[in-house]
């Protein structure tokens, strides 16, 4: 299975922090390109995951107050992390 190749993994600043490799070992082949995704988009992921764990405390307590993001906020950036991810 060939789905491109390796995928060098960057930060914010373009400095490599990891490798997805097509070959783990001799004649063996794993996707590269969907475990470099996911692994570009785990920041993101886990923003996302703690804004709705936060939007779902303030919601429990009464709801937003003093900026907060409500829970449909926090929703559709989960859902747009998500969607980087894909």
Do not use: S
Not at 40 to 64: C, D, H, S, Y
Not at 76 to 82: C, E, Q, S
């Amino acid at each position: 299975m060939d789905d491109g190749g390796d995928f060098a993994i960057v930060d914010v600043n373009g400095h490599i922090i990891g490798q997805a490799h097509l070959i783990v070992a001799l004649g063996v082949t794993m996707p590269a390109k969907a475990n470099a995704t996911l692994w570009a988009a785990a920041p993101e992921l886990l923003k996302a995951l703690q804004t709705v764990l936060t939007a779902r405390l303030i919601e429990e307590q009464g709801g937003p107050r003093g900026g907060h993001m409500t829970m449909d906020d926090a929703l559709d950036w989960a859902r747009a992390a998500i969607k980087a991810a894909k």
